[in-house]
């Protein structure tokens, strides 16, 4: 549950509407080691699927063992995620799942080659809702507060192969009951998709919207974070507040968002859209009239997904800046990684290689190009001339 108290962001409560005292001295602990709120929130969702899971087998949190954690981690693998209910249908009562716009589930779709979200829990989420129980029992072992064992273990000790003997066996990272996370290429939107993304907009402040975070590689949270003072048209520069350090950061941006933002600030003026320089830049188009969310600008682009068929995301367009700035040999690596706000090179370094679209279609070159040297006619051998040969068998020259 979220609060209004800037102490204790978020709470965990229980069945009965208490709030469950170990999660929130983990939340202060979160708090003190400068974690943001999202971070907060997204590890209280994991340990409340950890409470319902508890509470389902009668076991209090601090007599779990490591069979009741085996136990929740095979149960993740088969458990169907729960429905979602509309916001609107929840105030009907009407408690109907929200049906999805943009394919079945786990089916790739048709535009973006995306599977849509599974009925099941995904690997990416099953290894964060470990880390996250395992650091939790880190934390109350480390307090004297929980059970004198961590019911989610490290991973055992795992000696190298054979052809790598010599070496000292090392410890696996991660957690015994983490699966492990296939490493997947970022996907960018293609520039003739992207154009169709763009046209199926239908508010300049949307399009501004998406051409700030194709140009300047903003995550979607942050850009959002933007003032009414930030944008600095004659500069080229746009001002946002960075996710992680929460440090104020000048992007470099495209001339035509910045056109695009002046149409749209023209409108919402008109409109009684509030002004002053520590108002926020991106408001909603209806009154009452409120700054935009990042669950508004998500619904914005889905929009546009069911004009297209599509299904692309937010984080698709920061993908999609971060490989166009790559690409660009005159661009150095350190620079996009100042732009993309990443604390390692390491991590810029993933959208070096081409995408996906990109190999598909050398490969597709390869195949032509096999295709038309078997049909080319062979060498003559040696001793024959090729004009005679082609006078014998009416091969014009």
Known sequence: METTDPARPYMLLDSEGAVVTPVTAFFAELQACARPRTTIRSYGMDLLRWWRFLAGWGVDWNRATRLDARDFARWMQIAPKPARVHWRHRASGEM???PTTRGAAGVPNAVTGRA???RLYSMSTRAHCETVLRSFYAFHLEEGTGPIINPFPAARERR??????????????G?????SVPHRLPRRIPDSNFNELFAALRHNRDRALLAFWVSNGARASELLTSRQRDPLPGEQLLGVIRKGTAAFQQLPSSPDAFVWLLLYQ????????????????????RRPFRPLT?????????????????????????HTAAYRMA???GLA???????????????TQIYLPAGRDEIVEAVRAHHERQALLAQAPAAPAAGYRADSLNDLFGVAG
Do not use: C, F, I
């Open 116 to 118: 849509g979200p599974g």
């Open 96 to 98: 109907t799942p929200t």
């Open 327 to 329: 690409r660009d040999p």
């Open 175 to 179: 957690g015994r009951y983490r699966p």
């Open 333 to 347: 690596l350190t620079d996009l990684q100042w732009v993309l706000g990443h604390a390692h090179l390491s991590t």
């Open 160 to 173: 190298r192969l054979p052809a790598a003997a010599g070496r000292s066996a090392r410890q696996s990272a």
């Open 294 to 318: 990042y669950h508004a600008a998500r619904a914005m682009l889905n929009r546009a997904n069911e004009l297209l068929g599509a299904n692309w995301t937010l984080h698709d367009l920061r």
């Open 266 to 285: 023209d409108e919402a003026w008109r409109a009684g859209v509030p002004r002053g320089g520590h108002e926020a830049l991106w408001w909603t188009l």
